[in-house]
């Protein structure tokens, strides 16, 4: 994996979209308190809002990171400050 200064050679995949899915936690709520859920109910998740989020693309962990406030744009919108760069598990590619 080339270092940050390391320019990356671009190639025909270079701008090719990939969606990251930010994970900010999960909830385990039972059957019937799921059939219970209506709008405005609120389903606790198992993070606190302080805790890092999870990064994925597809199923794959591939780093963490901070929510935030994004610097540009609306005041509303989210970002996610990159904490953490998971290294592949190369036994699994």
Same mark, same amino acid.
């Given at each position: 994996?080339? %270092?940050? @200064?390391t320019?990356?050679?671009? $190639?025909?995949?270079?701008? #090719? ?7 900010? &936690? ?6 019937r308190?799921?059939? %219970?859920? @209506?709008?405005?109910?609120?389903? $606790?998740?198992?993070?606190? #809002? ?7 693309? &597809? ?7 901070q ?12 970002a ?10 190369? &036994?699994?590619?």
């Amino acid at each position: 994996m080339p %270092d940050k @200064t390391t320019p990356v050679k671009a $190639t025909p995949f270079s701008n #090719v979209p990939v969606e990251i899915t930010v994970s900010v &936690g999960r909830a385990r709520p039972s059957i019937r308190d799921l059939l %219970d859920l @209506t709008e405005n109910s609120v389903l $606790t998740l198992d993070k606190t #809002v302080d805790a890092p989020v999870d990064l994925f693309i &597809g199923d794959r962990l591939v780093g963490r990171g901070q929510l935030e406030e994004a610097e540009e744009g609306a005041p509303e919108m989210l970002a996610v400050r990159i904490t953490e760069i998971v290294e592949p598990d190369m &036994g699994t590619l």
